[in-house]
């Protein structure tokens, strides 16, 4: 068994999911919960991303990739006899955390390409794929969209490399801001469950009749009138107390970067 700082990885990922491996268990109708349990990734390769794309990972993403190489976590649900994958939690190993370019698509079945997306952009506020802004992908969002650590440009030669949030591009080519930081997006990420398309619920377009009604029978909580993204934009995320990470956990003395077998956390 291999051992990060003081606990042993079932502890950390125990601590970094806040218990929600436990509480999907309790859920009827969910199963098969998995958890792709990683080693950490090495030191090296977090220096030698930040030297190739000439910025630096904010501290709890370096913290974050110091103690596991990505994220994963999946699950179904049973309704009406079939079972249906729902839950996907992601965020990209190291090696995956490329950089967004001006790209054309292969098929017409591809999202826009990144190009025509910068010719729509005309929000300075927002990300934009020009060369002054760098912009790399968390999640796929399953196709859905992408989900995006973003390094606004502050000026004509400067880059907001201290602090890059974190934002949804949506197939219509808009931009939504979804945290401020990467902490705060995983606190969202793990408050939602990974449920279908929850990231939509912070944007104008809301979920679809599917994803809400998925989220009606698994998690009817985040429906209610004080969850709703409309009253409070990004919600006070704070006052989850049961969703607060400690800085703690990030800590690893393990310094391999190869991935851990998959082991089924149930």
Known sequence: MAYIGDSTVDDFYENLTLGLIKLLEKIPGVQDVEL???LPCDRMLIS???QRHSCTLPEDMRQFYASTDGFKLIW???YAGEVLPVGNLRINSMMELQRLAGVKPQSDNELPSLLDIELCNTDPSCPSFGTKCKIFELDPCQNIGKVC???LERGEHELRHEDPKIW???RSHEWHLLADSFSQYFRMMLYHQGLPQ???RFTPMGLTPWAEQMMTMI???LLMPESNPNESKFLNWKQFTNNT???AVFKTTNKSSKPAKQSDSK
């Open 76 to 78: 179904n649900y049973e």
């Open 48 to 50: 030698s991303w930040e």
């Open 149 to 151: 650590l973003a390094y």
């Open 219 to 221: 998690a009817p909580h």
């Open 36 to 38: 792709e349990k990683r």
């Open 168 to 170: 949804l591009l949506d």
């Open 245 to 247: 990470i400690d800085p």
């Open 198 to 200: 929850w990231q939509f």
